[in-house]
């Protein structure tokens, strides 16, 4: 039976009742001190049904004791223990702020497919920082406590209004499990979610445990759901044999070396996992530098207050955001969707080069589209050879082209030099500033006038419009909305809809590894922008539509299994299932074609409008600011195709890759106007270097756990497993810092990951320091020579 908050309750006066559930009832309340001295603290009591048990009281009173002696910023101070009457409670700090689970699902409703990873890492390195405490706690004597919290997950994270980052019910996890109340209805439903492989075989738990808890909580941030769903039965058995997918293969944007951050903490085998939550602590804040350096716990507090401004303004607070700061949540909406399906990973982006946009080829004749499959297994393995020295190749190739490109920049023609136009209120702006001269359209050829038809003869047939096209290097292309069309008109299957109702669509169940499902919506009154997007297992909202397509970009692969999709009516709870059958795509045929792209390479991608941007629905219907594109396979390899969504103000990473098609998802061109731009960065690849032979070391003989550390690194790195292998090369340097080889390996796998040339840089020149004679030395001092004139000759950022 609930407490009345009139009744007096020992010290405390109860405030107000937060909340019923797992083993308490929870209260805001007041320590009534003397002369009228009062504290805001949270009171969590017993519930009845347990409060009679004498041995979970007994174990309860025990981890509460334990608790109360935990004094960390990361981690809700407990104040006392007591009782009053036959009510066992809890008092402990009050945490002005919102449980994790809360901020995560505000962020999703805000109009981001996951918590941006900024925030994503600092509220994981927080955790990590309160779980070492109390891994590490010892007794009076120095002995340790053994403290594990085994029941880490976002309800038992809290974020406060000032950005700190607080874990709350250390202990109370254990008493729960021994006493084997785990398997009962309501006490810890959903828990077996985050459960670790040890813990989900009723293994021993140690600090390893809260490391996989904590990677799933980073996982969900990240991804926005959980790596594994579903009733236990289907959910243990997929945990302890780790099969579920990366995070790069649910959100797009994923980094690989993030990704691996965060697939080294979830290792089946703890012995695989980071060591300590220390150590995990330290990835992550080396990753937030790289992510984003000035993030802090200010900037968090920023991103909740504006999450929860309108609860906040309800309480009759005020909410001060910076307007620099309401940019950036701006820009995070901006993110790609999450999607059931692999996308190339994120990158942060460098300032754009001042490199001459070249002029792409005119429209060639039409060829026939490839066909494409389903996405991305990684590229064929390489051999040692082309990688070691990765990083060299890299800066010496970037340093060259910004040279000569430079140094071969034509003079723009007039009309080429107006100001661009400033940007459209409302849009999000591109992650980096435009370049300051606007450059020249793309030119398309079109079809000479046809010479007038005698008097009576029929009209001859309409040519089939061609397909524009350009080879690389460009430096951007433009797309047309009025040509450069995928069309949706060759999707002969529609679902009729009710104007005025709400529907919620998905695929509940899409095939591991599937391209994705693409939906486009006709309806008077409907934007643009809601009229087009990527279906996933997560419901989508749409509101006006009067007819639904759903279809992928290129026909599936033969014998490919038809996809379900659930089209529920929200008001009436109407559901009706749509079979999208293989050859359900729609046409590329006028999409535009970038050409000659390098497999071996990457590239970065960021989509921006020119001028008022683009439309495929008349002026009234707004802006259509996204590009649906298809990645077509490289022939003679194992690599398949792969399809997204493009959307203004992001960027992405595209691998693998010889030819993109790119258009406006659209059936009717007619009343289409304006275009978009894509710019296209190369971010790595070039000629191989050799690579030296183990006779070549400078320290053949290492001492024995950096000789481990060191080989399991190499063979890393020739697996192309980067992300793994710049972390085994970071411990290889913290127990030798002084270890050239680890420096040159460390050194050659940031040069292999997207955006982290600059440290490659800092190793190569340390590894110098170290082993200036050595046979490589003279190829790595051009290469270093080369990188700092490029960065010399780059024009500052306006």
Not at 176 to 201: D, W
Not at 744 to 766: M, N, S
Request: glycine residues 6%; proline residues 12%.
């Amino acid at each position: 039976m609930s407490l009345k908050l009139d009744e007096p309750f020992g010290r405390y006066e109860l405030v107000s009742q937060l909340g019923r559930g797992g083993m308490a009832e929870v209260y805001r309340a007041r320590l009534l001190g003397e002369a009228g001295v009062t504290k805001p603290v949270l009171i969590k009591k017993v519930l009845p049904e347990f409060a009679t048990d004498p041995a979970f009281i007994s174990m309860f009173i025990n981890e509460a004791r334990i608790s109360a002696t935990l004094s960390h910023g990361n981690i809700a101070q407990v104040y006392d223990f007591g009782r009053v009457g036959e009510e066992y409670f809890l008092a402990m700090e009050f945490v002005d702020g919102q449980p994790l689970h809360r901020v995560l699902k505000r962020a999703l409703h805000a109009g981001m497919p996951s918590m941006p990873v900024p925030v994503a890492l600092f509220i994981a390195l927080e955790m990590c920082r309160g779980l070492h405490y109390a891994h590490t706690r010892t007794d009076a004597q120095g002995n340790p406590l053994g403290l594990v919290h085994r029941d880490i997950s976002p309800d038992n994270v809290l974020v406060s209004y000032e950005g700190q980052v607080k874990i709350v019910d250390f202990g109370i996890a254990k008493a729960r499990a021994l006493r084997g109340l785990t398997t009962e209805p309501g006490i810890v439903k959903g828990k077996y979610l985050f459960f670790s492989p040890e813990q989900a075989r009723s293994e021993e738990v140690t600090p390893h445990t809260d490391v996989w808890a904590t990677g799933v909580v980073l996982y969900e941030m990240l991804c926005g759901r959980m790596p594994v769903e579903g009733p236990p039965h289907v959910v243990i058995p997929r945990l302890v044999r780790g099969e579920f997918p990366r995070p790069s293969e649910v959100r797009p944007g994923i980094s690989p070396s993030l990704d691996g951050l965060v697939m080294q903490a979830l290792a089946v085998n703890k012995q695989e996992r980071y060591e300590s939550s220390h150590a995990f602590a330290d990835v992550l804040a080396e990753a937030l530098h790289a992510a984003m350096p000035r993030f802090s716990g200010l900037s968090l507090s920023y991103f909740v207050q504006e999450l929860f401004r309108e609860h906040l303004k309800g309480q009759g607070r005020k909410v001060q955001v910076p307007a620099a700061f309401q940019a950036q949540m701006a820009e995070w909406r901006c993110e790609l969707p999450t999607a059931p399906y692999k996308e190339p990973p994120s990158f942060t982006e460098p300032p754009l080069s001042s490199a001459p946009l070249a002029v792409p080829a005119p429209r060639p004749a039409p060829a026939p589209p490839a066909a494409s499959e389903p996405l991305v297994p990684a590229p064929p393995r390489p051999s040692r050879l082309p990688l070691i020295l990765a990083a060299g190749v890299g800066v010496t190739l970037l340093g060259t082209m910004l040279a000569s490109l430079l140094w071969m920049r034509p003079e723009p023609p007039p009309a080429a030099k107006a100001a661009p136009p400033p940007p459209e209120p409302g849009v999000a702006p591109p992650a980096s500033p435009p370049p300051p001269v606007e450059p020249p359209p793309v030119q398309a050829a079109t079809a000479p006038p046809a010479e007038p038809s005698p008097a009576g003869a029929p009209p001859e047939a309409e040519p089939a419009p061609e397909r524009a096209s350009a080879s690389y290097p460009v430096e951007a292309i433009r797309l047309d909305a009025r040509n450069d069309i995928i069309d949706t008109q060759s999707v002969t299957q529609v679902l009729e809809l009710k104007p005025g109702a709400t529907y919620r669509l998905s695929e509940p169940e899409p095939p591991r590894d599937s391209a994705p499902l693409f939906f486009w919506l006709a309806g008077p009154g409907l934007r643009a922008r809601d009229g087009v997007g990527v279906l996933s297992q997560k419901p989508l909202s749409v509101k006006g539509a009067t007819a639904l397509k759903v279809f992928a970009l290129k026909p599936l692969p033969a014998g490919a299994p038809d996809r379900v999709v659930l089209v529920e009516n929200a008001h009436r709870k109407e559901r009706q299932r749509l079979t999208v059958t293989p050859g359900n795509a729609a046409s590329t045929e006028r999409a535009f074609e970038l050409k000659n792209l390098d497999p071996a390479s990457s590239y970065r991608l960021l989509l921006v409008p020119l001028g008022a941007g683009a439309s495929t629905r008349g002026e009234q219907a707004g802006p259509l600011e996204s590009l649906a594109c298809a990645r077509l396979p490289v022939e003679g390899t194992s690599s398949r195709g792969q399809q997204f969504l493009f959307r203004e103000g992001a960027s992405l990473q595209v691998m693998g890759a010889t030819n993109l098609l790119c258009g406006f998802l659209d059936d009717d061109p007619s009343d289409n106007q304006g275009e978009l731009q894509i710019r296209i960065t190369r971010t790595s690849g070039g000629p191989a270097w050799p690579s030296p032979s183990s006779s070549h070391l400078v320290t053949p003989q290492k001492t024995g756990e950096t000789q481990r550390l060191f080989e399991e690194a190499l063979q890393r790195f020739d697996e192309r497993q980067y992300d793994r292998a710049a972390i085994l090369a970071a411990r290889c340097l913290s127990l030798e810092p002084s270890e050239a080889d680890c420096h040159l390996l460390a050194a050659a796998t940031y040069a292999a990951i997207p955006g982290q040339v600059e440290k490659a840089a800092r190793h190569y020149r340390t590894f110098l320091k170290l082993a200036p004679q050595h046979l490589l030395a003279t190829s790595i001092r051009r290469s270093l020579a080369e990188y700092e004139e490029q960065k010399r000759q780059a024009p500052p950022a306006p």
